[in-house]
């Protein structure tokens, strides 16, 4: 059994994860990452939290209308959260990885700590009880926090929007978005072997040099792999 499972970790695929606040430019660089890795023939799929798989894309539409919040708050927000994350992870980026492809998911569980926890309060032990149960032992190979000052994502963010109305979390105020800001800053500092913050101020291409460059950095890319990209 042991053996079976050293086995089915060499090839496992890697699992990075992309966060920040309004407006980081995260859904732009995750599919410039996807095309570097498709051109270094590594396969990837794209996946967002919440949603990524039809259950959780349902979840979605409730939390992003915000009826979590008018039925119980942050608390409630959070289960949904967790249950989204749950089918996702066990019908999506479990068996992914398992097939050895890359898995570069928008949001997740580090948006929980930081607007649950960090901005909702919610009580991180029933965060750690939570993440016990719908992702276990799914730690992200490495995690991107895009770092903006919140008034060019909060700008970035509306201009894209247009004359679309905000949804629940885009409605916040501006004292919100500061506090996510540290929040995400809080998560880079405690694990820095996991996390690295990029500055997202530059253009998108040097956003996603940097961000190239992080990935090769912290999880080597295969002999051949390197070789064919030097
Ligand atoms: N949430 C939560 O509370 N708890 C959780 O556990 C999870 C999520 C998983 C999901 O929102 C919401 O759920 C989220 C947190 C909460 N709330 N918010 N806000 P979403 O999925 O709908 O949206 P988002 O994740 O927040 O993404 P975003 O802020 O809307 O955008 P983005 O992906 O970071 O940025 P973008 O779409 O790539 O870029 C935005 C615009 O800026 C666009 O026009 C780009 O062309 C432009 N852009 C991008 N990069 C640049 C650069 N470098 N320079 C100039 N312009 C740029």
Redesign the pocket.
Known sequence: MVEQSAAANVNRGRFITFE??????????IKLLAQRLEAARLPAIVT???GGSPGAEIIRHV??SGIGRLIGGAAA?TLL?AAA?DDHVESLIRPALARGSWVLC????D??RA??GSLGAVDPGVLNAIERVTIGDLKPDLTII?DVPVEI?IT??A??RGAAAP?R??AEGIEFHRKLREAYRRIAAAEPGRCVMID?????RK?ADDIWAAVRDRLPLSKVTEAELT
């Open positions: 920040g606040g309004e407006g980081a430019g995260k859904s732009t660089q967002r939290e919440p939390l992003l927000e959260f994350r928008d949001r997740f569980s948006s929980t607007y649950q895009l994502g970035r963010a201009a894209r949804d979390f885009e997202a101020v530059q253009p998108p956003v």
